[in-house]
């Protein structure tokens, strides 16, 4: 695939991308009532093995999204009491993030409605193309955190100062 050209399929895939996710935000916030980040996160609290919560840190590594980001989210799932944050046992500075069981009872509310939301997103979707589409994406993950720019294509994409004009 041609990855210097602006336009393009590359161009295209990304778009798509970023359509989908908005797409996914606005239908979540929507059909369930609570933002997609939200929904993330009760996900993640909810794995098995994370009864005792995860740090925060590792909530914005595994979630992908940043600390300011998550630290809103949480307020308004701390005021919902659907999370709470407690002192890391290791670490007086960090914090720990917990469902609480009324988030618990929450979530596994919201698994028929979840389910229902999969079935009909994935609906014009076989087996086989979601499997693939998992792997593709999978792929794209991995290789886009490997993204380095060096320096100097770095400042090519950044706006002028008044300096320069």
Known sequence: ???????????????????????????????????????????????EGFEAGTSFNQLTEYLYVSRQNLDGVLKRMERDQHVVRLPHPDDRRARMVKLTDK??????????????????????????????????????????????LDRETRATVREPTKEST
């Not at 996710?21 to 996900?43: D, F, H, P, Y």
């Open 1 to 47: 695939m041609l990855v210097n050209e602006s336009g393009g399929i590359p161009n295209r895939l990304f778009f798509r991308l970023f359509q989908t996710g908005n797409i996914l935000q606005r239908q979540v916030q929507n059909e369930m009532g609570i933002s997609a980040v939200q929904w993330a996160v009760l996900g993640a609290l909810s794995r």
């Open 103 to 148: 988030g618990r009872a929450y979530w596994d509310g919201l698994q028929d409605t979840i389910c229902q939301f999969y079935r009909q997103a994935l609906e014009g979707t076989s087996f086989d193309d979601g499997v693939s589409l998992l792997h593709l994406l999978k792929k794209l993950q991995s290789d886009m955190s490997k993204i380095s």
